[in-house]
């Protein structure tokens, strides 16, 4: 009888302290996953995670993800709660060229909404750092060939 009353008040009261995740957390994992995914250039398992209105133009910005632009590190920098169903997410990208050797950095804001019931993609647009990683076009440096460095071979007979 003693063990009965301790286990039912123990499940009684284990249970109250699992609660679900706050729309902080969920907002990051969404903007997580979405980022992460999209990086090699796959976009057909995220576009469902982006509004319908910006779906198209987040295709388009993403064209040359996994071609000519490689995605290095993705890391959510900032997430702030407007309220229960906005959210405004920093994110920083870490990215080559495949054409260059230079690793550039790029922050971007995105805005999440969560009105349907699962948090989408709603706007995005980059506030600092390296052009080109959504397309943009940007002048390359094409040095001058240098001469050759080497001395002249001298063959001993």
């Given at each position: 009888m003693i063990r009965r009353a301790i286990g039912l008040s123990l499940l009684a009261f284990g249970s109250s302290c699992i609660q679900p995740p706050g729309p902080a957390e969920t907002a990051g994992d969404a903007a997580?996953?979405?980022n992460f995914t999209s990086r090699y250039g796959e976009l057909s398992g995220v576009l469902g995670m982006t509004a319908t209105g910006v779906?198209?133009?987040f295709v388009n910005r993403r064209a040359?993800?996994?071609k000519m632009v490689r995605v290095v590190d993705v890391e959510l920098a900032a997430l702030t709660l407007e309220d229960?169903?906005?959210a405004n997410v920093l994110i920083?990208?870490?990215w080559t060229r495949a054409d260059q050797g230079t690793l550039k950095t790029t922050r971007?804001?995105?805005g999440w909404s969560n009105e349907t019931g699962s948090w989408t993609l709603v706007r995005e647009k980059r506030v600092s750092g390296d052009l080109g990683l959504f397309g943009e076009a940007v002048a390359t440096l094409d040095p001058a060939p240098r001469p050759d460095v080497h001395f002249e071979t001298k063959v001993i007979r």
């Open positions: 997580r996953e979405l779906r198209d133009e040359e993800w996994g229960r169903d906005r920083d990208f870490s971007v804001l995105q």
